[in-house]
C-alpha cells in the first residue's frame, strides 16, 4: 500500500512537471528522456511552491487534494496544448548500451543513498523541516521563521526540498527518512537524461556520446559526502537545475529561439527556489543571456525576451527575500556586506583563497581528474573560438569566479575554514556542467579517435 502511495505522489509530481516541460519547451521535437528530466524537475519546484502558497489557505487532507487537483490541471493543459512533438529517438544499440549504462548506474546510487545516512543539512535542514511541515498538515508553521532557538535550521533556505519530501509524507501518512531517498535517485537519472540530451544539442556521436555518463561516475564527491547525490543535501540537485538550465542557454545561443531563452530562465528560477546560491546561478545564466544579445547587437524587442526571461527567478528570489525579512529573522548572517571599502581592508586574503582553492581542485579523492580535464577542455574550445562552444566555460567560469570572491567577505574567524567547509559543496553545483564541457571538447577535437 505505501508503495502504491508514493508512486501515486510521484506520478502527480511528473504529471505537473510534463505539463509545465510542454507549455515551455521548444516547438520542435523533444525525446523521452529530456522530458523525464523536465517533468521532474520542474514538478518538484511545482507541487513545492503550490504547498507553501496554498499552505496559507488549507493543510493536511485539503492541501494534499488541492495540490493534487493543480498537478492534473497544469498536466492537462500542457498536454492539451503542447507544442512539443514527441520523439522517440534513436534505437540503436548504441542507445541500448546507454540506456543500460544509466540503470547500472541510478541503481548503484540508490543503493548507496540506502545504506548511508543523510548528512547534516540533509538531515537537520532539509528533512527535518519536512517532517516539520508534515506534522503540521503540510505547512511549515510560520512561527518556525521567527524562532531564534531555530537557527541551527537555517530557516533562511528555500523550501523546494522539504516541502518536496513532505509532499511524499503527506501521501505515505507518515515521515519515512529511508523512503524519502527515493528523490535523490531520482535527481540523479534526471542528470544522467539531461546529459543524454545534450549528446544530441551539442552533436556528440558515436562512443563520445559514453563519456560525460562515464565521467560522472569517476568522481567521488558527487556520489558520496556531503553535497552529494547520496547525501540529502541541495547541491547536487542544484547541480542538475544549472545544467538544465545551460543545455537550454546553449539552444539559444545556436538557434537564437526565444522559447529556449524562457525555458532556460524558468529552470534557473526553479533552482533559486531550491538553494539561495541558486540566486547567483540564475544571475550567472541572466548574464551569459544579456552579452548573447549585445553581441547580436539586439534590438529592443529583443531585450523584452531578457527581460521576460529573468522575471520568473527575480520573483523567485525578491518574493522569498520580502518573505523572511517580514519575520524578522534572527542574524546569522556569515558574509559581511559587500562593500569597496571592505573588499579593500580583505583583499589579502585573495592569494591565500585561491590557493586553498587550487588545492581542493587538485584533490582527487574528491574529483578524480575532472578538474584537470576541466583546463584542458577551456583551453581547447577558447582556441577554436566558436561563440556556441565557448558558452560552456563561461558558464563554468563565471560562478567559480562568484563563489571564490565571496570568501573575502567571510566573517568566520578563520575565513580558510570557512571555505574548505563549503567551497567542495559549491563546486558539486557547477560540477555537472564541468563534466558537460570535457565532453563537448572531446567530441570537438580531432583525430581523437576513429568514429566506429
Not at 62 to 71: A, G, K, M, N, Y
Request: hydrophobic share 55%.
Amino acid at each position: 500500500m505505501e508503495f502504491l502511495l508514493l508512486t501515486i505522489a510521484l506520478l502527480l509530481l511528473l504529471l505537473a512537471g510534463l505539463g509545465l516541460s510542454l507549455l515551455l519547451l521548444p516547438k520542435r521535437p523533444v525525446g523521452v528522456a529530456e522530458l523525464f528530466a523536465l517533468s521532474f524537475l520542474f514538478g518538484s519546484a511545482f507541487v513545492s511552491a503550490s504547498s507553501f502558497l496554498l499552505g496559507f489557505l488549507c493543510s493536511g487532507g485539503r492541501l494534499r487534494w488541492s495540490v493534487s487537483l493543480l498537478c492534473a490541471a497544469i498536466g492537462w493543459l500542457g498536454i492539451r496544448c503542447r507544442t512539443a512533438k514527441l520523439s522517440i529517438g534513436d534505437r540503436s544499440g548504441l542507445s541500448k548500451w546507454l540506456f543500460a549504462l544509466a540503470t547500472i548506474q541510478v541503481t548503484s546510487v540508490a543503493w548507496i543513498s540506502f545504506v548511508r545516512v543523510l548528512g547534516w543539512d540533509g538531515l537537520f535542514n532539509f528533512e527535518f523541516k519536512a517532517r516539520l511541515a508534515f506534522l503540521n498538515g503540510g505547512v511549515t508553521p510560520l512561527d518556525f521563521f521567527s524562532d531564534p532557538s531555530r537557527t541551527w535550521t537555517l530557516q533562511s533556505y528555500p523550501l523546494l526540498l522539504p516541502l518536496t519530501e513532505s509532499w511524499l509524507y503527506l501521501w505515505l501518512g507518515r515521515a519515512d527518512q529511508q523512503l524519502v531517498k527515493l528523490l535523490f535517485p531520482l535527481f540523479f537519472a534526471a542528470a544522467l537524461c539531461l546529459l543524454s540530451t545534450a549528446n544530441q544539442r551539442f552533436c556528440l556521436r558515436y562512443w563520445r556520446k559514453f563519456v560525460p555518463l562515464l565521467l560522472i561516475f569517476t568522481v567521488p564527491a558527487l556520489l558520496i559526502g556531503d553535497g552529494s547525490a547520496s547525501s540529502g543535501y541541495a547541491d547536487f540537485p542544484l547541480a542538475v537545475f544549472y545544467l538544465a538550465a545551460v543545455i537550454y542557454l546553449a539552444e539559444f545561443w545556436r538557434s537564437e529561439d526565444d522559447s529556449a531563452l524562457r525555458l532556460a530562465g524558468a529552470i534557473a528560477a526553479a533552482g533559486c527556489w531550491l538553494k539561495q546560491e541558486g540566486a547567483i546561478l540564475w544571475l550567472c545564466l541572466i548574464a551569459l543571456a544579456a552579452i548573447r544579445f549585445a553581441l547580436l547587437r539586439a534590438s529592443w524587442r529583443n531585450w523584452k525576451e531578457l527581460a521576460k526571461a529573468a522575471l520568473p527567478g527575480l520573483l523567485v528570489v525578491v518574493g522569498w527575500q520580502l518573505f523572511v525579512r517580514g519575520f524578522s529573522l534572527p542574524e546569522v548572517s556569515q558574509f559581511s556586506t559587500i562593500s569597496f571599502a571592505t573588499l579593500r581592508g580583505n583583499l589579502w586574503r585573495a592569494p591565500l583563497i585561491a590557493e586553498a582553492e587550487l588545492r581542493e581542485l587538485a584533490n582527487w579523492r574528491h574529483w578524480g581528474a575532472l578538474w584537470l580535464l576541466v583546463l584542458v577542455a577551456t583551453a581547447w574550445l577558447f582556441w577554436r573560438r566558436n561563440l556556441s562552444e565557448a558558452l560552456l566555460p563561461f558558464a563554468l567560469l563565471l560562478p567559480l569566479f562568484l563563489y571564490s570572491g565571496i570568501y573575502i567577505f567571510s566573517l568566520w574567524p578563520s575565513f580558510l575554514t570557512h571555505l574548505e567547509s563549503s567551497f567542495p559543496r559549491l563546486l558539486t553545483q557547477i560540477s555537472l556542467v564541468a563534466i558537460l564541457m570535457v565532453g563537448v571538447a572531446l567530441s570537438t577535437a580531432r583525430n581523437v579517435g576513429r568514429d566506429a
